[in-house]
């Protein structure tokens, strides 16, 4: 039997939707490594898997909140969440440069590995769908903005290390 089914994770573009949400989120006077913005997309495209994302005690009710928020996890078996996020990356990647090359991402910025939102602004209709989505997760959207801001990206204490999605042993940090 043949069975097809789609993955939102690994479709260009729902990353490239994905990726417009985050816009909110990260910092719009600073870059964030993109590395970050993997580990972000990634919670956003599988929510549930914020349960197991290792936070300080002040931000475990908010986390909660945002796994309940995230609805039941998806029926069937899925690879680990390292081996999910390897093959996202493709896909995390053409997203990124397809809105570098329409002017609504930093090229020379994500050419260093760097992600730096421009000024241009979203379509009306574009920019009304991604509020719209990120208003009926607002829980998520918070919680996801309080692991961009509030925690480091590289050490024993990242948010490569708190989420297991990267290795961090070896960062510099």
Do not use: C
């Amino acid at each position: 039997m043949i069975q097809l089914s789609f993955q939102p994770a690994f479709d260009p573009y729902h990353a490239i939707f994905r990726i417009l949400r985050l816009r909110s989120i990260l910092p719009s006077d600073d870059h964030a490594h993109i590395d970050r913005v993997r580990i972000l997309d990634f919670l956003l495209a599988f929510p549930f898997r914020l349960e197991f994302v290792r936070v300080f005690p002040k931000h475990r009710r908010l986390r909660n909140l945002a796994v309940k928020e995230s609805g039941a996890i998806p029926y069937g078996e899925q690879p680990d969440d390292q081996t999910v996020l390897g093959r996202m990356k493709i896909m995390q990647t053409a997203a990124l440069e397809t809105l570098a090359s329409a002017g609504f991402i930093d090229q020379g910025k994500l050419e260093i590995g760097q992600v730096l939102f421009t000024d241009r602004p979203l379509p009306v209709e574009l920019e009304s769908r991604v509020e719209d989505t990120n208003k009926k997760h607002s829980h998520l959207i918070e919680f996801l903005t309080v692991l961009s801001r509030e925690y480091e990206l590289l050490g024993l204490d990242g948010l490569k290390a708190r989420t297991k999605l990267m290795e961090y042993r070896y960062d510099a940090a």
